[in-house]
């Protein structure tokens, strides 16, 4: 007959800390350090403490020390012994357990702890980066789709090999990053040889690198106005000073840079192929301006290409990094959408120059990214089947814009202007003149669960309030006509 192992309870991680020269004994010096366990709720109850034996050569104690301090847990109510099975947390321990150890603050006096100003700024300005709640119109859900599923867990099969797992390269998995140079230069335009991507934890991480790479706290950084919330939250973080210029249907305004009214940064932060928010495209004219400006000023650009596989009609836009001839962009992309953002995979595309500069910071940051999610996207790229993948997305997703474009029309076209994205998975609102408060508007409709984002907290120093952010990836049938619906009560209920 084969045993069923038991499984280990997570107390079996608990380490106590205890003092050799310490004039209490071990065993007492035990129990009260589980007792503390308790109190703090490191220990939870119901939870089953290690075996003598376990715990003995866990914690490198004689078990009949370790039986000791078992013993007093026991006689103080604290825990509870079961013959045949071990000894448990017990629940509803004596009241004087919160007593136990040093006074503790009262979390309501959390406010005066002291944390580093960048943090505070964070906190203060711009919009939570918490998900949004999944309800219809919220950005960034994923289309779910069952072959692509199917296949991935048939390609996760062949990589789970826990004997063989080690550290992997700095950089990321060979076969993987390969792959991606070959998929960008076709679809993107991207020159680039697989030595100068780093495979990061989506977009988040590798601008993260980025600005820590590029930009020394106090460093002014110029972006677009509105501009990408976390883009600006990492940046405030890393202590940079951040200018916006402002966004029009030809993208960011690169006029003031030519009249020298804005002084020159250490790096641009640019969505150029589709806007976030607004969805406008950088015209060609503005592309090379801009990248003729970097390369006299000596600036860094950023290039944030974060839907680009979501191109609805006309060809793809080529990349700002194809364009440049003086090796002044560092471009980056995720398979968040492309695929799911649990993989956590993005990459960043370096210049030659600066590899061994990113290869030496990386390590301070998060020693290599995870292999096993690589190997399998590796697999999916190699053996082709990322190109039908995205066929089968973007279809659905331009189903899905163009639904929501007409229930939006019909329904609350006396209130809203929609302007039919080209590319990716938003869309933008903005209003016809009945409306002035963005954010009033945004409040009212989640009160009825609908989630429409204002883009007047995405603002830098631009004063708009007009404008409304609409996902519409991974949005069915009956929740774009529930949503339309809900919110055109939103707007006959209420004035903004």
């Known amino acids: 007959m084969k045993l069923q192992r038991r499984r280990e309870s997570p107390s079996a991680g608990f380490r106590p800390r205890l003092d050799p020269s310490s004039p209490a004994s071990l065993a007492r010096q035990l129990y009260l350090a589980l007792r503390e366990a308790v109190a703090d709720g490191r220990l939870d ?28 847990l ?111 230069a076709v679809s993107r335009g991207v020159r680039c040889s697989a030595e100068q991507l780093f495979i990061t934890a989506g977009t988040q991480q590798a601008l993260d690198l980025a600005f820590r790479v590029l930009a020394s706290p106090g460093d002014t950084v110029i972006v677009e106005d509105p501009c990408y ?22 993208g960011i305004t690169t006029g003031e840079l030519a009249a020298g009214s804005v002084a020159p940064p250490a790096l641009f932060y640019v969505t150029p192929s589709n806007q976030y928010p607004v969805g406008a495209v950088l015209s060609l004219p503005r592309r ?19 839907d680009s596989e979501f191109r609805y009609d006309g060809h793809p836009i080529a990349s700002l990094q194809g364009l440049d001839q003086a090796s002044r962009v560092l471009y980056t992309g995720t398979f968040s959408k492309a695929l799911l953002p649990s993989l956590r995979l993005g990459y960043l595309v370096v210049p030659t120059d600066l590899v061994p500069v990113f290869r030496a910071v990386r390590p301070a940051l998060d020693r290599c990214p995870p292999t096993f999610q690589q190997r399998v996207v590796a697999d999916f790229l190699n053996e082709g089947y990322f190109p039908a993948h995205l066929r089968r997305l973007r279809e659905r997703l331009r189903t899905s814009r163009d639904l929501l474009a007409g229930l939006l029309k019909d329904r609350i076209g006396e209130h809203l202007t929609v302007v039919l994205p080209d590319q990716g998975i938003n869309l933008t609102a903005r209003s016809t003149g009945t409306w002035q408060s963005d954010m009033a508007v945004s409040t009212a409709a989640l009160a009825r669960g609908v989630v429409v984002m204002p883009l007047s907290r995405m603002n830098v120093s631009s004063s708009d309030t007009s404008r409304l952010l609409l996902g519409f990836s991974g949005l069915s049938e009956d929740e774009a006509d529930r949503g339309t619906a809900l919110l055109a009560e939103t707007f006959r209920c209420g004035k903004f």
């Not at 119901?46 to 007093?72: D, F, N, V």
């Not at 079961?82 to 448990?88: A, L, M, W």
């Not at 940079?240 to 966004?247: E, Q, R, S």
């Not at 090379?288 to 974060?306: F, K, P």
């Open 74 to 184: 026991i006689a103080e109510g604290y825990a509870i012994a079961r013959h045949g099975s071990g000894t448990y947390i017990l629940a509803g321990s004596p009241d004087r357990i919160e007593t136990v150890g040093e006074a503790r603050e009262p979390a309501t006096q959390s406010s005066s702890r002291r944390i580093s100003g960048a943090v505070t700024t964070v906190l203060t300005s711009g919009p939570s980066l918490e998900p949004q709640r999944p309800l219809p119109f919220a950005t960034g859900r994923i289309a779910h789709d069952e072959r692509t599923a199917g296949l991935l867990n048939r390609i996760a099969g062949r990589h789970m090999n826990y004997a063989f797992e080690g550290y992997g390269d700095i950089q990321g998995e060979p076969d993987l990053r390969a792959a991606i140079v070959a998929h960008l």
């Open 229 to 250: 919330p976390p883009a600006r939250q990492c940046l405030a973080l890393n202590g940079a000073k951040v200018v916006g210029l402002p966004v029009d249907h030809d």
């Open 288 to 306: 090379l301006e801009l990248l003729a400006y970097a390369r006299e000023h000596g600036c860094w650009i950023v290039e944030d290409d974060y």
């Open 45 to 72: 109850a119901g939870q089953r403490l290690p075996s003598t034996r376990l715990a003995a050569h866990e914690w490198t104690l004689s078990r009949g020390t370790i039986a000791e301090a078992y013993e007093i």
